[in-house]
Nanobody
Framework: EVQLVESGGALVQAGGSLRLSCAAS????????IGWFRQAPGKEREGICY????????????YYTDSVKGRFTVSSDNAKNTVYLQMNSLKPEDTAVYYC???????????????RGQGTQVTVSS
């Protein structure tokens, strides 16, 4: 059974940093792409990024949506089956529930991936 568990969400002041973790189990980690998306009340879901761990893609590939480019960094620790989302220079508009998702074939959008976690709340105060 594919399981994804996010952690690391918290309340932080604007300009601060957080690192979210996505611990994966139940599948071969390096055959998948892992994506992050967020959902804020009253707003549409927004895809944030993905990291392609699958050997089927050329090397390890990453992608970021424009709103987080330069501030967020996605990385993976294959030995721990964990993907991290380092978020710097946080803004109040980054406030949302953050989800990680996994898929063996898709790269985008992450909310359409086959599996997702339960989400973790990030709140950025002004």
């Amino acid at each position: 059974e594919v399981q994804l568990v996010e952690s690391g969400g918290a309340l932080v002041q604007a300009g601060g940093s957080l690192r979210l973790s996505c611990a994966a189990s139940g599948f071969t980690f390096d055959d998948y792409s892992i994506g992050w998306f967020r959902q804020a009340p009253g707003k549409e879901r927004e895809g944030i990024c993905y990291i392609s761990i699958s050997a089927r893609f050329s090397d390890q590939d990453t992608y970021y949506t424009d709103s987080v480019k330069g501030r967020f960094t996605v990385s993976s620790d294959n030995a721990k089956n964990t993907v991290y989302l380092q978020m710097n220079s946080l803004k109040p508009e980054d406030t949302a529930v953050y989800y990680c998702a996994a898929d063996p074939d898709r790269l985008w959008p992450p909310w359409e991936f086959k599996s997702r976690g339960q989400g973790t709340q990030v709140t950025v105060s002004s």
